[in-house]
Nanobody, 124 residues
Framework: QVQLVESGGGLVQAGGSLRLSCAAS????????MGWFRQAPGKEREFVAA????????YYADSVKGRFTISRDNAKNTLALQMNSLKPEDTAAYYC?????????????????WGQGTQVTVSS
């Protein structure tokens, strides 16, 4: 069993920054990719970013490329998402996901474990 706990969400003005963190515990697998997804009210959960097991390869949705940076620390079992130049359309609940599959890196179905989510609200 793996537990994921996100933190760092909040209310920010457009153009501002937030840093999300995800702490993993339990039988985590540092050899699998991890990712961030988000879900706005009435919309499907969408891919934001993912990172390979050792952090050498990073994947981003086109909508966040150049503004968001994903990172992980396997020694501390943590995942982070630095979000800069935030836009109102970034408003959503953000979810940490673990034990992903490289063949489904941007598919929510490709991950085995999920956190409870943290809300990010960007005001215009």
């Amino acid at each position: 069993q793996v537990q994921l706990v996100e933190s760092g969400g909040g209310l920010v003005q457009a153009g501002g920054s937030l840093r999300l963190s995800c702490a993993a515990s339990g039988r985590t697998s540092s050899s699998r990719p991890m990712g961030w997804f988000r879900q706005a009210p009435g919309k499907e959960r969408e891919f934001v970013a993912a990172i390979s097991w050792n952090g050498s390869i990073k994947y981003y949705a086109d909508s966040v490329k150049g503004r968001f940076t994903i990172s992980r620390d396997n020694a501390k079992n943590t995942l982070a998402l630095q979000m800069n130049s935030l836009k109102p359309e970034d408003t959503a609940a953000y979810y940490c996901a673990a034990s992903g599959k490289y063949s489904r890196i941007s598919d929510p179905l490709g991950y085995d474990y999920w956190g409870q989510g943290t809300q990010v609200t960007v005001s215009s």
